[in-house]
């Protein structure tokens, strides 16, 4: 009942000029459409402002001038209801919500009204800085499940800017797996009316090329509740996810490096001296559970770190503070789990707000380094112990030379017994060099000189000529040589002048060890008559010089008739530890 002279409805208990009014001063937007709903017959004032015309100048205007193609559905001759975007007369564009009421009219009456005004107005106010931070706005009218984007979310998914596909369309430039998430998700998101956002793969329509979008929506909704539609922005996040994953992948060739070099991460949090452990390792040097939890500088350096280590651990941390240097220091800790000393190298550099500025935070790598300091005094200690076997061995040599000279009836004979006792000498080194912690075993040397004098029946049978009977003892190189020299000067006297000089000759050695003493007897029989000697050779001197003065022996010798007989009691000395390679 609409009187097109009076461009109003004329209801039964409503004047023309009261119905008129109660059409403008309407607050939601007000049209009415010609019978093929192509036409704007009249709009009312409200419907005038929001679109930036002045009142009246809607009245015969074309419907598609100010709402866009997509409005007319599947191009059917008449407008669609739902969420539309209305053109302004300034160009720009407003979203509203347009409801048809008297459908079976011969002219259909719209309702209009503002979709989330506030948000809109913010929308208009920050179109620009949207489209500057590269977002793209984009609407999702469930109503007819069509898509609208912008032409910035147009440009990102690779679309043309306004209508464009409905979910279905474009769900296959998404990964399958992350379509059915998204759906998943969209769909809870609106059912519990909160926001929603989520990141994805997304194949670009115009070239297929893939690229990372981040999206994020809200629903909106109908007077009743009623979700009708979904507004939110999207993003080309290809090149942080990128970063992202260059980042991660950065992260986890240093945890290799790291790891396999031993070395503990760790960040130390200036203002609240808090600490964080970025790898196992650095639980390991410190003997901590993850579950136990990091330290901090304080408990550090009053609990951890040796007392006179702490001093040197302060200066470096205010040197590398005050200079802005790297901070290096070592210093030994004790170990939580085993209560161990180890020794650690710490190395880092603080991180600043700016430069010149306040330290943040701590960046840096610790390091056990206790085997390779152990290693260290362990050269150390063996390089002062070949330089003083080399004084002893040249001393030795020495001795040697003159005793062998004074003492040689001939150049024959000298040279006889020289190279003899320089072999014993080389010998004894040689078996000193081939054992892994530099000592030599008293039955191989003793067996090296008197097994070519040995004699048995049987391979199995006992040794009719010599006889060695005691504990395995490894002698270290100090008496080792001295010693060494001793059992060959010995066994060369007895093939000379004593047992093994005749066929009959017998030579038993027994040896022990008690409370770190060596006992040695040698004792001969079977050979020819002895008789004290009536001059000091080197095997006297050698004996009651070297092994008395080196050695610390005490050495007694019977030269009874019916065979030599000598005993010797040597202290053994401790072995360092640090010499040995295998501690």
């Not at 950065?250 to 790898?279: C, K, Q, S, Y």
């Not at 000193?432 to 048995?456: F, K």
């Not at 029946?457 to 006889?467: A, K, N």
Request: net charge negative; glycine share 8%.
């Amino acid at each position: 009942m609409y009187d097109s002279a009076d461009k109003g409805f004329r209801p039964a208990d409503l004047s023309p000029a009261l119905y008129r009014a109660a059409f403008d001063g309407a607050p939601v937007g007000l049209a009415v459409f010609t019978p093929d709903g192509r036409t704007i017959r009249t709009a009312n004032a409200c419907l005038c402002r929001w679109l930036g015309y002045a009142p009246g100048t809607l009245d015969g205007c074309p419907i598609d001038r100010v709402i866009g193609r997509e409005a007319f559905g599947d191009g059917g001759p008449e407008v669609k209801a739902g969420i539309r975007r209305w053109l302004r007369a300034d160009g720009s564009s407003l979203d509203l919500r347009l409801t048809l009421s008297g459908e079976d009219a011969a002219e259909p009456v719209a309702v209009v009204t503002v979709v989330d005004a506030d948000d809109l107005v913010r929308a208009e106010q920050n179109r620009d800085a949207l489209t500057a931070a590269g977002l793209g706005e984009w609407r999702w009218d469930l109503v007819t499940g069509q898509m609208v984007f912008s032409r910035r979310a147009a440009q990102i998914l690779g679309y043309a800017p306004g209508r464009s596909v409905t979910w279905v369309g474009m769900r296959g430039q998404v990964d399958p797996e992350d379509a059915e998430r998204i759906q998943a998700a969209v769909a809870a998101a609106i059912a519990e009316r909160r926001p929603y956002a989520f990141q994805t793969r997304f194949r670009r329509a115009t070239d297929g090329a893939e690229i990372w979008i981040g999206a994020r929506g809200e629903a909106l909704l109908a007077a009743d509740g009623t979700p009708v539609g979904i507004v939110g922005v999207v993003q080309d996040v290809t090149t942080r996810v990128e970063a992202r994953e260059a980042l991660a992948e950065r992260e986890e060739r240093l945890r290799v490096a790291t790891t396999v070099a031993d070395l503990g991460i760790f960040e130390w949090h200036v203002l609240d001296d808090r600490a964080t452990w970025e790898n196992e390792r650095m639980f390991a040097i410190f003997g901590r559970r993850p579950e136990e939890g990091s330290i901090g500088k304080a408990t550090f350096l009053k609990e951890i770190l040796h007392p006179e280590d702490r001093p040197v651990f302060r200066q470096a941390i205010l040197r590398a503070l005050r200079e802005d240097v790297i901070l290096h220091a070592t210093g030994r800790i004790r170990r939580h789990d085993d209560g161990q000393w180890r020794t650690i190298d710490m190395a880092g550099r603080f991180e600043r707000t700016r430069p010149g500025g306040l330290p943040r935070r701590l960046i840096g790598v610790v390091a056990d380094v206790t085997d390779r300091h152990l290693s260290e005094e362990r050269r150390s200690l063996l390089i002062r112990e070949l330089h003083h076997r080399v004084k002893n061995t040249l001393a030795t040599v020495q001795a040697i030379v003159g005793s062998t000279a004074r003492t040689a009836t001939s150049i024959d004979s000298f040279h006889e017994a020289f190279v003899g006792r320089i072999k014993s000498l080389a010998h004894t080194h040689s078996v000193l060099t081939e054992a892994t912690w530099q000592t030599a075993s008293l039955r191989d040397l003793l067996a090296s000189e008197l097994m070519p004098y040995a004699e048995s029946e049987t391979e199995t049978s006992p040794d009719l000529r010599i006889v060695l009977d005691g504990p395995a003892v490894d002698l270290p190189s100090e008496v080792a040589v001295p010693i060494g020299m001793a059992i060959h000067e010995l066994t060369t006297n007895a093939a000379k002048y004593g047992a093994l000089s005749t066929g009959r000759g017998r030579i038993t050695i027994t040896w022990s060890v008690e409370a770190g003493v060596l006992h040695l007897d040698w004792r001969e029989s079977g050979g020819p008559t002895v008789a004290p000697p009536t001059r000091q050779g080197f095997g006297s001197r050698l004996l009651q010089r070297v092994l008395t003065t080196q050695v610390q022996a005490q050495i007694t010798t019977d030269y009874a008739p019916e065979g030599f007989h000598l005993t010797l009691a040597a202290p053994l000395p401790t072995r360092n530890p640090a010499l040995n390679p295998l501690a």
